[in-house]
């Protein structure tokens, strides 16, 4: 079992829609919370941190993180065609720790 | 505008030849990062330096890659020899001490 579990996906939206993109992890350790988006033939790029429990908002995406239930996500509100893309959960621990990243998943935003 | 650059950006290769992929991080970045990114693993650490000092290569496989940095403006990955199942893309990152992590544009590697 991954350390970092997210469905690949991928999912298909209709433009304007609320997008649900979640990853559930195993290690307690894990304190910094990230998301990534990486267009097509492109490097990732960071979107989204939260530091522990929580939740964070940033225009129309709200990251979520519940380390309760070692569940996060993220939201994507009035979905566009542009936000097509694959998104990738990381989290990593305190310290110089590695960053652990999910599969990612990818998103098609259907105008 | 900084960014990471890397080099080549793509390669084509016959089985058992070396490789060599550079990088060059962002200026006052402490920490280098070489990933390899592929559909089925997703992306998966092989070296991460910090200060110029490798701090983890537990992800690398050791009888065939090597990764360096020669200087703080330059990181090398080497693979030698090459295999098939060494396709995919590589990408090379950097940061300073955090979380956030500054991705070049990769390199995508085909080994035939």
């Known amino acids: 079992q991954k350390e970092v579990e997210q469905d690949p996906g991928p999912l298909s939206v209709p433009e304007g829609a609320i997008v649900s993109l979640n990853c559930t992890y195993s290690?307690?350790?894990?304190?910094?919370f990230m998301w990534y988006r990486q267009y097509s033939r492109k490097g990732p790029e960071l979107l989204m941190y939260?530091?522990?429990?929580g939740n964070k908002e940033d225009g129309r995406f709200t990251a979520q993180v519940d380390k309760s239930s070692k569940y996060i996500s993220l939201f994507i509100r009035d979905s566009q065609p542009s936000d097509s893309a694959t998104y990738l959960c990381?989290?990593?621990?305190?310290?110089?720790?590695?960053?652990?990243f999910g599969i990612g998943t990818k998103l098609q935003v259907i105008p | 505008d900084a960014r990471v650059t890397q080099t080549p950006r793509h390669k084509v290769t016959e089985m058992g030849q070396e490789v060599t992929m550079r990088c060059q991080p962002i200026?006052?970045?402490?920490?280098v990062f070489w990933y390899r990114q592929t559909m089925m693993q997703g992306l998966e650490l092989l070296a991460y330096?910090?200060?110029?000092?490798?701090?983890?290569d537990s992800g690398m496989p050791k009888d065939r890659f090597s990764a360096e940095m020669p200087d703080a403006t330059l990181a090398t990955l080497k693979i030698q020899p090459s295999e098939p199942r060494d396709s995919a893309v590589y990408f090379c990152?950097?940061?300073?001490?955090?979380?956030?992590?500054?991705f070049g544009p990769g390199t995508r590697l085909t080994v035939t």
């Open positions: 990152a950097s940061g300073r001490d955090s979380y956030e992590q500054y």
């Open positions: 290690n307690s350790a894990f304190q910094y």
């Open positions: 939260t530091y522990s429990s």
């Open positions: 990381a989290m990593k621990g305190g310290g110089y720790q590695k960053v652990t």
């Open positions: 200026l006052g970045h402490n920490t």
């Open positions: 330096f910090r200060n110029r000092a490798p701090l983890d």
